[in-house]
């Protein structure tokens, strides 16, 4: 069965605001089954929203729209559609008394223009509208459907839930589950390489790559008669994925980086402190983002002077002196130094130029070293980072976090 | 001049990303004049592609397409362009050098499907991409264009910046000019009220609102013969605003909350230090941002733990057993602390709440207290924050340096 979506209206079109409504529907047909191969966007037009329609039925069985179902006379995606299908509206007695109600309840009587939004083809199937005043609606002709849902998120989310998902459950006979498996430390093109033979062995089920920032996700999405069966194809998939790209792996679904860290040191009771300074902070608070850390994490240190850094942390002058606070020694001894200062297994540091300024022929921008102490063994790695001041932060936070993990999995 | 937006990329199809490339595009089109009557969305599949670009090639001008110019297989935007034209693709050296640079910087070495990203048109005119491995293009044949754009927002959107908004705005004949204004604590809907004679006025400059994470950005956009002409259409707009708004603007056009507070700070010489608990160094990272911080900003303590509060930052043992870690009490003792401690004219403290576990009746997830302490003079303020863990965190952080912002400018 295949689907498509069309958002109506010029708040979309002109980018006022950010289509959620397409994605929110994307993934729900997508679970359910129902193949989505073209989404549009038009605005409250009627040659162009007929030329929609007539587009997207020739390609599909069934067309989703989102909005233009309010008061007034810019909104025309029902009256449009009814019209495509060559169909005449009548007052649905039911939905008026619903808006009058709804109106009732907040002290208010409905305008005469809410009237307009009580009338439907005969044949429609109603769908209620139980967060505002809009019902939508199913129309059909022929093996041709179109679904029209309000245009407020809240609404059109409670809608599809509630009435149109089981509506087209019960059309569809298979179900689609994905798992995601993400990576750290490997580029796309490289993974693609790797993964080369399961990549072209696609079918069902199938292996996608999605680059993030720093990561990839790998998805692998089965079709089958029922969530069991489609488990039961993706399992192996994974099982190989897992064997080929093993501690690259740093988690499942849903889980960030700095979860996979937080979980493990807080399994293993390892008591961690930072001391950051060209991060300023970021390492700290992406640890905190784990909510259950405060057992572990003791303290983190934004020692962004170097009188801060010998103060609290103990790192000598002779080093910052004789090597500079961007060095190999400095990130040592700071890592060394916050875990001593706070009594814990572990240390972590970041000392770098993070830019615009500073950068120097030997020391360039986006030179940052991270230092890790972990029970009296002490690793300091060098990074060069490309990207603006706020990028090559981020993405020494995410690499010590990496270091980190790698490391801890290996104890 | 008519264009159209076509997003290429299964994880948009399939609802894994929201898009908001297809947003940018469409506002930054509206605001230089191009017209835009449809967006679509597409998978990475050539029939599909191509049927695509017959149709919109047949309704407008232009075509811009986002994403589909990794270096995998399945990325064929490019491909598909350069098929619909007839054109046949050669390697650009200067692109295949531009990768090379870029892998070199970050000690790897391209893999061979990278090298197809610097394959382009003869005549193309190919977008540098500073910000990642894809160039985009623009392509064109007879009177119709093809602007390709690689997917990820923040590599689309600085190609789209530098190098597609200024040739387009070539093609137009008027120039377009926008100056924004950024607002901090009001609402977009109390906003709207505030600005109402301003916003129907509208024409040219036209007045919009943009409502962000926490803040509002109003951009005053201008047509005319050229810049000075726009200018000089939008100038007492502005003023009229900032004599409405005064000290709910926070700054202009690119500048950030933390921009505009750090600045003040250094112009001042107003040293400062940090101690964060719920944020858990939020707040510290977002001052240092600001290049240039490292001469007034001396240190941030992540105090999560009561033990830190107490040894770091001095805060009384009874204090936090009378009336807890998250309390005005403690915000005070902790701003004062940490100021204190490390000899600056500025302390600020956070102690919160963050959820999604910890939250009571009397103290909720969500509740945060923000303390500012300056020069001798020590102000707490009680937050009831929305949102998620992650959420109620940035909104406390943004919150403290809005805190902090005005009590620097009324000092």
Redesign the interface.
């Known amino acids: 069965m295949k689907a498509e979506i069309i958002s109506v209206g010029t708040e979309?079109?002109?980018?006022?605001?950010?289509?959620?409504n397409?994605?929110?529907?994307?993934?729900?047909?997508?679970s359910i089954g129902v193949e989505?191969?073209?989404?549009?966007?038009?605005?409250d037009?009627e040659d162009?929203l007929i030329k929609?329609f007539e587009?997207s039925l020739k390609r599909s069985d069934i067309v989703i729209t989102t909005g233009g179902l309010g008061p007034t006379d810019d909104d025309m995606t029902k009256e449009v559609a009814a019209k495509y299908f060559n169909q005449k509206l009548e007052l649905h007695n039911p939905s008026w008394d619903k808006i009058n109600l709804y109106f009732n309840k907040i002290n208010k009587v409905p305008t005469e223009n809410n009237k307009k939004q009580a009338y439907f083809p005969k044949d429609a199937i109603i769908l209620e509208n139980n967060n505002g005043t809009a019902p939508g609606a199913i129309l059909k002709k022929d093996n041709k459907t179109i679904i029209i849902l309000p245009g407020p998120p809240r609404e059109m989310v409670a809608m599809f839930n509630e009435s149109v998902k089981p509506y087209l459950i019960n059309l569809t006979e298979d179900v689609i589950i994905s798992k995601t498996i993400k990576v750290y430390g490997i580029?796309?093109?490289?993974l693609?390489?790797k993964l080369q033979d399961i990549l072209k062995k696609q079918s069902n089920p199938t292996v996608?790559?999605?680059?993030k920032?720093m990561a990839v996700d790998i998805?692998v999405t089965a079709k089958a008669e029922n969530e069991d069966k489609a488990l039961s194809l993706i399992k192996p998939v994974i099982e190989n994925i897992k064997s080929i790209l093993k501690n690259s792996i740093y988690g499942e679904d849903d889980e960030t980086l700095e979860d996979s860290v937080a979980k493990i040191l807080v399994d293993k009771n390892l008591k961690i402190a930072?001391a950051?300074s060209?991060?300023?902070?970021?390492?700290?608070?992406q640890?905190?983002?784990y909510?259950?850390?405060?057992s572990i994490?003791?303290?983190?240190?934004?020692?962004?002077?170097n009188?801060?850094k010998m103060e609290?942390l103990g790192v000598k002058r002779e080093t910052l002196n004789k090597f500079g606070a961007v060095s190999e020694e400095t990130a040592i001894e700071m890592a060394q130094g916050v875990s001593k200062t706070?009594n814990t297994n572990i240390g972590l540091s970041t000392t770098g130029i993070?830019?615009?300024?500073g950068g120097t022929k030997d020391k360039p921008v986006?030179l940052v070293y991270i230092g890790i102490y972990i029970n009296g063994q002490t690793i300091v790695k060098k990074l060069?980072?490309?990207?603006n001041?706020?990028l090559i932060?981020q993405r020494a936070t995410k690499d010590i976090l990496n270091e980190l993990r790698l490391k801890l999995i290996n104890m």
Not at 187 to 190: C, I, M, T
């Open positions: 979309i079109l002109l980018g006022d605001i950010v289509n959620t397409s994605q929110f529907l994307a993934k729900e047909l997508a989505v191969y073209y989404q549009q966007t038009v605005g037009n162009r929609c587009e580029g796309e093109s490289r693609e390489i996608a790559l999605y680059a920032e998805r930072v950051e060209c991060t300023g902070g970021m390492v700290s608070s640890l905190i983002n909510p259950g850390i405060s994490f003791m303290e983190g240190c934004v020692t962004y002077s009188e801060a609290r706070f993070a830019g615009p300024e986006g060069n980072l490309n990207g001041r706020q932060r």
